[in-house]
């Protein structure tokens, strides 16, 4: 179970495509086996969604255009 303990040491990171001027990022946690930890990198001690890693890859493709799920690519 994630708790906002385990995320303390959280070592997050964003996308390699996010620009450095400040934008609507997100930043994501490695290290939590089955979820994926993602909060808004404008609001660091905000809220955390806990994300099941399996709808997280589905996400990933989908923005990719790889997605097999009828989303536009």
């Known amino acids: 179970m994630i708790t906002a303990e385990s995320l303390t040491d959280a070592r997050w990171r964003k996308s390699s495509y996010s620009g450095e001027n400040g934008g609507a990022c997100i ?20 809220p955390v969604l806990v994300i099941p890693a399996t709808a997280w890859s589905t996400f990933v493709r989908a923005v990719q255009g790889d997605n097999g799920i009828g989303l536009p690519g």
């Open 27 to 46: 930043e994501i946690a490695d290290g939590f086996p089955g979820v994926v930890p993602v909060r808004d990198s404008k609001n660091a001690h905000g």
